[in-house]
DNA sequence: ACTTGCGTAGTTTTT
DNA sequence: CTACGCAAGT
């Protein structure tokens, strides 16, 4: 068994406890994932089969990594086993066995966006002034319900009487749900509610799934919700083979109801359950695990735990103080460029940030210096034109889709508006003008077209046909830059489907456009994965990853921690300063810590005092860089 | 039906 | 500052 070599006693241990629940607290870099993926290539390779066996990871780029290096380690054209985020899972769940409770055999998946469309409409059904009530708000409460495992008539039940808000946000959630149901599609919580659900409900599905999942595993378990626990139990019922990684400290999600009860109260779901703690960080220098230990200990909600590591201390943390956030940026470039003359490769170096809006000038300063850098968090497939694509690909798939419809009739726009369109949903076809009747047939004709073409096309030759036939294309060559890079944005998700185009027609299209809805945001890693550069992202979608060199910026007291509104108790404090732990322990060999002395936040200045965190580093590790202005000492 | 121009509101973090 | 919603013009 050569795959054990190399592993420790209790890494090995917790591979080859195959039967039974058992938990792995450790904390970062000690090889939770790495057991995770060992145990289960240890499984398949004493014969278990692969479809006995269930993965769920965080994000979808982790599930990718998952079966990337199984498939490497299995051998070209070998069957993997499930591996798909929460999210991914229960769309499968929904897929394969919602029948039960009325799924249609294809949905699509709403986004942020979408639902908030579908709330603001609700609002002005109802009379009520969107601006007077913020959708996010109420899509925020409704959320947070279903999370919980409500459904509208739960709520109804728990917070009916508590006033004005909780009725409104109780029929708006009826329209919401009654709006989804016509549209064929789920939100986000809906794959995690939904089979929770049916698998609750209904005994022959339940047995059924039961039977299908042997051997459950879940990663960064610390990070999951009541729900997803809950779905994860009911699972591994029957056969309660469960193994479930995480480290309380790198709890980074309790905002969007993640809960570190999950994994705490781990061994009283299951008396029998075993716990293996590992305490060795295989990834960072002695430094940079001793700060790192120093950091997080400052929080008093946790257990104390402590890392060890047997690497050699190695270079100390850098610190740089920039007068303005663009010296920020440009300092950094500076460095990564520098490194890169050294030999350095560029995916070995990340720029981390706490906020999106910080990577504008990180990004200037890059091109600047001519050093190639990918950007995560670009929210790629929330953008219109990319939307727009997508929805005609979905018509083109079915062509009774309303709201996609409705969408791509107005992508380009085409003379087709309101009126014409109310007319046409009504049935009246009859009334349009003859003007009006033209196009509408011939924008039909290009569904049609489209339609017949997806029958047999690729998808990536399929989405090249669809930017061309629907005048996307057309629409977008003549424009100015915005458009420019419109069409670029739109060519790239052609890109994208080459991933699918082993199988061609509705199947392979159809497997193209569930990824594209869930893979929304932090998983453009994946999207363009032979462009190389260093790396630009928020903390949080650091989470799991390792670089050489890290660069944390904008480590300013406001921005990191982040203050939000005041209304919050001491919880955000530690949660921000996991976050801080989560991104020092990126670092393998060099960390860099920089902030800036004025930040432009709304075009105004503001002054910013360094992060208090600072004050947590031993200040014999730090070396503080070569600043343009006089030498301060900060700590 | 669609384009243009003004006013206002707003930002953590993301599956 | 900019992105978006909304009102008036073409
Ligand atoms: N026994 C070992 N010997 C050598 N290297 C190891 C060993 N175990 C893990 N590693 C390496 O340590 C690094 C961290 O491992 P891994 O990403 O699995 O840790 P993790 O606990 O999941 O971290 P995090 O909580 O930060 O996501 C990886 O590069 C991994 O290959």
Same mark, same amino acid.
């Given at each position: 068994?050569r795959?054990?070599?190399?592993?420790?006693?209790?890494q090995r241990?917790?591979?080859?406890?195959?039967d039974?629940?058992?938990?792995v607290?450790?904390?970062?870099?000690?090889?939770?994932?790495?057991?995770l993926?060992?145990?289960?290539?240890?499984l398949?390779?004493?014969?278990v089969?692969?479809?006995?066996i269930l993965?769920?990871?965080?994000?979808?780029?982790?599930?990718?990594?998952?079966?990337?290096?199984?498939a490497?380690?299995?051998g070209e054209g070998?069957?993997l086993?499930?591996?798909?985020?929460?999210?991914?899972?229960?769309?499968?769940l929904?897929?394969?066995?919602g029948?039960?409770?009325?799924?249609?055999?294809?949905?699509?998946?709403?986004?942020?966006?979408?639902?908030?469309?579908?709330?603001?409409?609700?609002?002005?059904?109802?009379?009520?002034?969107?601006?007077?009530?913020?959708?996010?708000a109420?899509?925020?409460?409704?959320?947070k319900?279903?999370?919980e495992?409500?459904?509208a008539?739960?709520?109804?039940?728990?917070?009916?009487?508590?006033?004005?808000?909780?009725?409104?946000t109780?029929?708006?959630?009826?329209?919401y749900?009654?709006?989804?149901?016509?549209?064929?599609?789920?939100?986000?919580?809906?794959?995690?509610?939904?089979?929770?659900?049916?698998?609750?409900?209904?005994?022959?599905?339940?047995?059924?799934?039961?039977?299908?999942?042997?051997?459950?595993?879940?990663?960064?378990?610390?990070?999951?919700?009541?729900?997803?626990?809950?779905?994860?139990?009911? +699972?591994?019922?029957?056969?309660?083979?469960?193994f479930?990684?995480?480290?309380?400290?790198?709890?980074?999600? *309790?905002?969007?109801?993640?809960?570190?009860d999950n994994?705490?109260?781990?061994?009283?779901?299951y008396?029998?359950?075993?716990?293996?703690?590992?305490?060795?960080?295989?990834?960072?220098?002695?430094t940079i695990?001793s700060v790192?230990?120093?950091?997080i200990a400052h929080?008093?909600?946790?257990?104390?735990?402590?890392?060890? *590591?047997?690497?050699?201390?190695?270079?100390p943390?850098?610190l740089?103080?920039?007068?303005?956030?663009?010296?920020?940026?440009?300092?950094?470039a500076?460095?990564?460029?520098k490194?890169?003359?050294?030999g350095?490769?560029?995916?070995d170096i990340?720029?981390?940030?706490? *906020?999106n809006?910080?990577?504008?000038a +990180?990004e200037?300063?890059?091109?600047?210096?001519? #050093?190639?850098?990918r950007?995560?968090?670009?929210?790629?497939f929330?953008?219109?034109?990319?939307?727009?694509?997508?929805?005609?690909?979905?018509?083109?798939?079915?062509?009774?889709?309303e709201?996609?419809?409705?969408?791509?009739v107005?992508?380009?726009?085409?003379?087709?508006?309101? #009126?014409?369109?109310?007319k046409?949903?009504?049935?009246?076809?009859?009334a349009?003008?003859?003007?009006?009747?033209?196009?509408?047939?011939?924008?039909?004709?290009?569904v049609?077209?489209?339609?017949?073409?997806a029958?047999?096309a690729?998808?990536?030759t399929?989405?090249?046909?669809?930017?061309?036939k629907?005048?996307?294309?057309?629409?977008?060559a003549?424009?100015?830059?915005?458009?420019?890079?419109?069409?670029?944005?739109v060519?790239?998700l052609?890109?994208?489907?080459?991933?699918?185009?082993?199988?061609?027609?509705?199947e392979?299209?159809?497997?193209?456009?569930?990824d594209a809805?869930?893979?929304s945001d932090?998983d453009?890693?994946?999207?363009?994965?032979?462009?190389?550069g260093?790396t630009?992202?928020?903390?949080?979608?650091?989470?799991?990853?390792?670089?050489?060199?890290?660069?944390?910026?904008?480590?300013?007291?406001?921005?990191?921690?982040?203050e939000?509104?005041g209304?919050?108790e001491?919880?955000?404090?530690?949660?921000?300063?996991r976050l801080?732990?989560?991104?020092?322990?990126?670092?393998k060999r060099?960390?860099?810590?920089?902030f800036a002395?004025?930040r432009?936040?709304?075009?105004?200045?503001?002054l910013?005092?360094?992060?208090s965190f600072?004050?947590?580093?031993d200040a014999?590790?730090?070396?503080?860089?070569?600043?343009?202005?006089e030498?301060?000492v900060?700590?």
């Amino acid at each position: 068994m050569r795959y054990l070599e190399g592993m420790n006693d209790r890494q090995r241990e917790a591979v080859l406890a195959t039967d039974g629940p058992l938990s792995v607290l450790a904390g970062a870099g000690s090889g939770k994932t790495r057991v995770l993926t060992t145990r289960i290539y240890h499984l398949i390779r004493t014969g278990v089969p692969t479809e006995h066996i269930l993965a769920v990871t965080f994000t979808n780029k982790a599930a990718r990594e998952m079966r990337e290096r199984l498939a490497a380690q299995l051998g070209e054209g070998a069957p993997l086993p499930l591996i798909a985020t929460f999210h991914g899972l229960g769309r499968v769940l929904l897929e394969e066995y919602g029948s039960a409770i009325g799924t249609p055999r294809y949905f699509s998946i709403f986004d942020r966006g979408d639902s908030e469309r579908v709330v603001k409409n609700a609002l002005k059904e109802i009379g009520v002034d969107p601006k007077e009530v913020p959708p996010r708000a109420i899509l925020a409460r409704i959320s947070k319900a279903k999370g919980e495992g409500l459904t509208a008539e739960g709520f109804h039940e728990r917070h009916a009487h508590e006033g004005f808000r909780a009725r409104l946000t109780n029929d708006v959630w009826t329209r919401y749900d009654r709006t989804l149901a016509r549209e064929k599609a789920f939100d986000f919580d809906d794959l995690i509610a939904l089979p929770v659900r049916l698998l609750e409900e209904h005994a022959d599905v339940r047995a059924a799934v039961e039977e299908r999942f042997h051997y459950i595993h879940v990663d960064e378990y610390q990070d999951t919700n009541e729900l997803q626990g809950r779905l994860v139990n009911l +699972l591994a019922a029957k056969h309660r083979n469960i193994f479930v990684v995480g480290d309380i400290d790198q709890t980074i999600y *309790t905002w969007r109801g993640a809960t570190i009860d999950n994994l705490l109260s781990f061994d009283r779901t299951y008396p029998d359950a075993k716990t293996i703690i590992l305490e060795h960080n295989y990834r960072s220098s002695g430094t940079i695990v001793s700060v790192a230990n120093t950091i997080i200990a400052h929080n008093k909600n946790r257990k104390e735990k402590r890392s060890v *590591t047997d690497n050699p201390p190695g270079e100390p943390i850098t610190l740089y103080a920039a007068t303005g956030a663009e010296q920020e940026a440009s300092w950094v470039a500076k460095e990564a460029k520098k490194a890169i003359a050294q030999g350095a490769a560029l995916e070995d170096i990340a720029i981390l940030f706490r *906020t999106n809006f910080q990577s504008r000038a +990180l990004e200037e300063a890059l091109l600047q210096e001519g #050093v190639p850098y990918r950007l995560l968090g670009t929210r790629f497939f929330e953008r219109k034109e990319v939307k727009d694509v997508l929805a005609w690909i979905r018509l083109a798939l079915l062509p009774s889709r309303e709201a996609d419809r409705m969408r791509a009739v107005q992508a380009p726009p085409r003379g087709i508006g309101k #009126v014409t369109l109310g007319k046409l949903v009504a049935g009246e076809r009859r009334a349009l003008r003859a003007g009006e009747r033209a196009k509408v047939e011939a924008f039909e004709a290009i569904v049609a077209a489209l339609a017949e073409a997806a029958e047999s096309a690729t998808p990536s030759t399929f989405v090249r046909l669809v930017i061309d036939k629907s005048g996307l294309e057309h629409a977008f060559a003549g424009g100015g830059e915005d458009d420019h890079e419109r069409l670029e944005n739109v060519h790239e998700l052609a890109t994208l489907a080459t991933r699918y185009d082993a199988v061609a027609g509705h199947e392979g299209i159809a497997a193209f456009l569930a990824d594209a809805a869930l893979a929304s945001d932090q998983d453009e890693l994946d999207r363009t994965p032979d462009a190389r550069g260093v790396t630009l992202m928020t903390v949080h979608a650091a989470k799991g990853l390792e670089f050489d060199t890290v660069f944390v910026t904008g480590m300013e007291e406001g921005l990191f921690p982040h203050e939000g509104m005041g209304d919050d108790e001491n919880r955000d404090e530690e949660e921000e300063r996991r976050l801080f732990y989560v991104a020092v322990t990126r670092a393998k060999r060099q960390l860099v810590l920089t902030f800036a002395r004025v930040r432009r936040i709304y075009g105004a200045d503001y002054l910013q005092e360094p992060s208090s965190f600072l004050h947590d580093i031993d200040a014999a590790h730090v070396r503080y860089a070569q600043t343009e202005e006089e030498p301060t000492v900060y700590l």
